[in-house]
């Protein structure tokens, strides 16, 4: 089994940060992709980035140049840097875990930005 936890969610001004972790236990293999997604009031959960084992990573168009995704494997932690945020970032942030037939999540925390 696999459990994430998310923390660093919050209200933050238009403009400004936030830095987001997810911290996988459980069992974890240094292959999986990890990513971040997010699902705003009345609308579908979507892609944010994700990063593979190697370090490749995929960013939403929304986001690029904006948002950074990292992870530390010693730690089983990703971690998302949000920069310039706008009100349209607003949304519940998920983690997720990905590997070959099995698709972890997290809880969810929530994101504000005020304009």
């Known amino acids: 089994q696999v459990r994430l936890v998310e923390t660093g969610g919050g209200l933050v001004q238009a403009g400004g940060s936030l830095r987001l972790a997810c911290a996988a236990s459980?069992?974890?293999?240094?292959?999986?992709?990890m990513g971040w997604y997010r699902q705003a009031p009345g609308k579908q959960r979507e892609l944010v980035a994700f990063?593979?084992?190697?370090?490749?990573?995929n960013y939403a168009d929304s986001v690029k140049g904006r948002f950074t995704i990292s992870r530390d494997n010693a730690k089983n932690t990703v971690y998302l840097q949000m920069n310039s945020l706008k009100p349209e970032d607003t949304a519940v942030y998920y983690c997720?875990?990905?590997?070959?037939?099995?698709?972890?999540w997290g809880q969810g925390t929530q994101v504000t930005v005020s304009s």
């Open positions: 459980g069992s974890i293999f240094s292959t999986d992709r």
């Open positions: 997720n875990l990905f590997r070959l037939y099995s698709d972890y």
């Open positions: 990063i593979t084992s190697g370090g490749r990573t």
